[in-house]
């Protein structure tokens, strides 16, 4: 028995894909068991908004979870790209595209190649239309209703080659959605574009500061949360010898989590948004950090903060997943950092067996008997706080 129904959203044209004769009716997936919502709610206060008033609710004392009261609408999702096996409940194998070794799990998220210990940050899906004189011609599509705010228009300049990233205001948290190794940029789209979900944005191919061969075209495709404003302070003290063309959206300025396992979840009617997810993705370790510093991730993902109680700010608790996603923030008060020199990060909990299980990203080492950041957790913190 199918898991899920797939079918064409009743509201497409009023979602702007009017005139797009190539979106396919099963480019919406509907997850299953809950109430198909075309007319997605809008929640118009801004994440800068949402922002400021968990701190002003804190300073007026109030000690509600604020996040409760302002709980993310459900999320439309459609699959990007004219494959139809994922909607279809088939085994990822039929959809993913390897890495060279000939094992369709090589394109998938996590540590899937050399041996485990190769960190791949999305999905590789392999093209279905037919191929024109060899190349991949299949569609490429916005996962959700977005605004476009990067576009990599010179395949040279970046090994994500001709690239594009959306950024879903309307989704809470406000992720980002990214789109590599592409043919062709759509002409329809500029950066500040708004983009819906479905609506096509490119054509699929294999452009790389390397080369991926025909037999291999894919679209790599991510989700996931940009880690700061300042990258470029941080690109200019790592000296990497040359220039950073793509601002804030530079690869090394983003984090992701698995599409695969949330576009699973989400067809399973487990989960119907990226807050609810989020929430319930294991936390392999815990830091406390002792700062007076307010990074602007947390204006950009307020949602991600659990407020309880009233305080002066003097240091957050971040709980990370496995590649050092920091998905659980709590504010510090003075006494919770009592004793911490400014900046000092302490690791106060970390699952070790889970951060062994996938060699491609470590969180913590043990030095000297005690647990300390190790090298990937040490830059996730680096760059959200600006820290030397
Ligand atoms: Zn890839």
Redesign the pocket.
Known sequence: MRLFSVMKCHCEESAGRRGNPRIPIWATIVHRGLPRRCATPRNDISNRKRFWSHVLIYLFGLSVSVSATLAAPPVELSWPTPSTAFAEGRHSDTFLQHAGSGDPAS?GFGGVRSNGSQY?E???IRPVESRRRGEATDPVFAAMDGVVRHINPISGKSSYGRYIVIEHPNVIPAIYTLY?HLARIDDSIREGSSVSHGQTIGIMGRSATYTIPRSRA?L?FEMGLRMTDNFQSWYDRKEFGSANDHGVYNGMNLIGFDPLDFYEQYREGEVVNIEDYLADLPIVATVQIATMRRPDFLERYPSLVKLHAPMLIKGWEIGFTWNGLPVTWKALDAEAVAGMRPDEVKVIQANESLDRADRSRRLVVTRRGKLVPADDLDRVLELIFGLN
Do not use: T, W
């Open positions: 394109g791949h999305g999905l590789d590599a894919h790599h």
